[in-house]
Nanobody, 124 residues
Framework: QVQMVESGGGLVQAGDSLRLSCAAS????????MGWFRQAPGNQREFVAS????????YYADSVKGRFTISRDNAKNAVYLQMNSLKPEDTAVYYC?????????????????WGQGTQVTVSS
């Protein structure tokens, strides 16, 4: 059974940093592309960042480019999202997801497994 568990969320002030982690089990982690999505209250879930199975390729939403960094450790079956210079508009539930696909990673439909999310709240 595949499990994806996010951690590291919390309440921070604007300008602070947070590092989200996602631990995966029950799948051949190194064979999956990984992504982070987020959903703010009243909004649809949106893409944040993705990383290829090898870690050699990353892709970011324009809204987080230059502030967020996605990385992975295949030996630990984990993916991370380093979030710097946080803004109130970054407030959302953040989800990690795993995809067998190597393309189309900006779209939810290409992901096979999802975590339950971790709340990030940024106060002004």
């Amino acid at each position: 059974q595949v499990q994806m568990v996010e951690s590291g969320g919390g309440l921070v002030q604007a300008g602070d940093s947070l590092r989200l982690s996602c631990a995966a089990s029950g799948l051949i982690f190194g064979s999956y592309s990984m992504g982070w999505f987020r959903q703010a209250p009243g909004n649809q879930r949106e893409f944040v960042a993705s990383i290829s199975w090898s870690g050699s390729s990353t892709y970011y939403a324009d809204s987080v480019k230059g502030r967020f960094t996605i990385s992975r450790d295949n030996a630990k079956n984990a993916v991370y999202l380093q979030m710097n210079s946080l803004k109130p508009e970054d407030t959302a539930v953040y989800y990690c997801a795993a995809a067998r696909a190597s393309r189309g990673l900006g779209f939810e439909t290409f992901y096979d497994y999802w975590g339950q999310g971790t709340q990030v709240t940024v106060s002004s």
